[in-house]
């Protein structure tokens, strides 16, 4: 699971032999998309995502260098039957207005989350916690299992067992919130107060930039190496790349398709390739009658050409996607789906069987680079399939979201999904489960829900065959067509170097040296 840093370019690390950091810790400008919101508790896409990491810090955090829960909050946790959970939290932590950060600061924001008035896309990431479902329905203005024993001992009770807790928390749907958020929402999310190595210096300003500085009063371990943040927004990543080949951004973590294989001829040693758990995936609305036959989601995935996609548009540095877990984890395996193989002629046998339609529409964000290969599917599809005409709805992203979450998708779409926490049941719970707030295909199996189930449940030993039954439903059904997993293509000026990714493809802004220019 160690993460793979490949060393294509190795200017940073030379250059910072002969060149210091810069005093204070400089200014850096990086990339990122518009975000669709900045409250953690409804943020389940990567360009608030690696916002919010710098402004929050939850009860634990993931160990990059063995992706295992360490604290963070929390200095401490036990439990003896993996139901009943007690967390110790460290006494330092502030928010940024000064506020303390106490248990009663999770257990009031983790209930307003939940509270089903308030709309949250993370809200069912809390539906293990006893007493999740009697908030949700009403019956109970908050969860039975979450308690604060005093200023800084966290119970949580949960309502089955499940190991995986700690790792879980990690999640940006557990940050906690000040009071101040509870009276105006709006004016929060405009200007966040986290208790992270960063705070936000003024607001958000939509489509333009977030900007923000280091908290001198973070208590943890590893304060942010920059003094400064500044976000920088774009709608289209094709601009961002040339920024920073003209010295106006310093970090763009996210090379457009199309770049891939010049980068060296613009970038010298200024660039990495980092492995991530990156999943992209072509997924189907089943809500529409057009897609709730099995056989028509088959066809269109035997109609695709993983292999030419990869080799004509990436230059073969994709991985083709034959399954659904990354290969991060271990139990991943990439030949597990049978209806992945490439078999034009069985599909427009199955497609034409089954009634697929002859014209319909596809769905795609604009301005980070997908266009190209989402229309080389849908011409695959085309020369493969009787399949007449397809038409492309394509949106900036945070518009793009908004569409799925209005179920107003009508035919297949481009997505991606990145492991927030490394764990199989991240991998497919939260996308694939009934009723889950990221499930855009409106998939429900009660095999499947039973399988992962059945896995969350088990002892570590034991779990790697069990989610791989889960995903084995999911590759019979096909809610989703795996496409490929995602190595991330990072670009950046001389000023910086120490530039890297983790597993969910976020570059690691707090740990970027500015050098003395």
Not at 11 to 30: H, L, M, W
Not at 508 to 516: K, T, W, Y
């Amino acid at each position: 699971m160690a993460l793979v840093l490949s060393a294509c370019g190795n200017g940073a690390e030379e250059g910072a032999a002969d060149t210091q950091p810069a005093d204070g810790g400089g200014v850096i400008s990086t990339y990122t998309c518009e975000p669709q919101n900045l409250q953690p508790g409804n943020n389940t896409e990567n360009c608030g995502s690696r916002v919010l990491q710098q402004l929050f810090t939850g009860l634990t955090e993931v160990d990059y260098d063995t992706y295992e829960a360490q604290p963070a909050m929390a200095v401490d946790w036990h439990t003896e039957d993996q139901v009943q959970w007690t967390f110790e939290l460290s006494e330092e932590y502030t928010f940024h207005n000064g506020d303390p950060v106490t248990a009663q600061s999770f257990v009031d924001t983790w209930n307003w989350v939940v509270d089903p008035d308030n709309a949250q896309a993370t809200a069912n990431f809390h539906d293990k916690f006893l007493g999740y479902e009697d908030v949700v329905n009403g019956d109970a203005e908050e969860m039975e299992g979450v308690r604060a024993v005093d200023d800084y001992t966290l119970e949580i009770e949960l309502v089955e067992p499940f190991g995986q807790l700690p790792i879980v928390l990690t999640y940006n749907g557990f940050y906690p919130m000040p009071e101040v958020a509870f009276e105006d929402m709006d004016a929060f999310q405009r200007s966040p107060i986290g208790n992270g190595r960063y705070q936000m210096d003024g607001e958000w300003v939509h489509d333009s930039e977030i900007n923000m500085d280091r908290y001198e009063d973070w208590p943890g371990e590893n304060p942010g190496e920059p003094e400064r943040i500044e976000w920088r927004i774009y709608n289209d990543i094709e601009t961002a790349y040339l920024d920073v080949q003209a010295g106006e951004l310093d970090i763009l973590g996210e090379v457009p398709p199309s770049r891939i294989g010049q980068i060296e001829d613009d970038f010298g040693d200024n660039y990495s390739q980092n492995e991530s758990s990156r999943f992209v995936y072509i997924g189907l609305p089943t809500y529409q009658q057009e897609w709730e036959d099995v056989n028509v989601r088959r066809a269109l995935s035997m109609a695709m050409d993983r292999e030419e996609i990869n080799e004509q548009i990436f230059q073969g540095a994709m991985t083709p996607a034959y399954g659904i877990l990354p290969p991060i984890l271990p139990m991943s395996r990439n030949d597990a789906c049978e209806y992945c193989e490439f078999d034009p002629e069985q599909a427009a046998e199955l497609y034409e069987e089954a009634g697929g339609p002859t014209e319909f529409t596809v769905y795609t964000d604009i301005g980070t680079g997908h266009d190209e290969y989402v229309e080389a599917i849908a011409n695959q599809w085309i020369s493969h399939l009787p399949v007449e005409d397809i038409t492309f709805q394509s949106l900036e992203f945070a518009q793009y979201l908004d569409l799925h979450d209005s179920r107003e998708v009508t035919g297949p779409y481009r997505l991606g999904w990145l492991l927030a926490y490394p764990s199989a049941q991240y991998a497919m719970e939260p996308l694939y489960s009934t009723g889950a707030a990221s499930n855009n295909a409106e998939y429900s199996s009660e095999d499947f829900d039973d399988a992962i189930a059945e896995a969350n449940s088990a002892d570590a030993e034991e779990a790697d065959e069990l989610y791989q039954a889960a995903e084995d439903h999911l590759l019979e059904d096909l809610p989703v067509l795996p496409l490929f997993f995602q190595d991330y293509f990072i670009v950046h000026t001389d000023r910086v170097d120490n530039v890297y990714s983790d597993l969910s493809s976020y570059v690691r802004v707090e740990d970027v040296r500015v050098l003395e220019d």
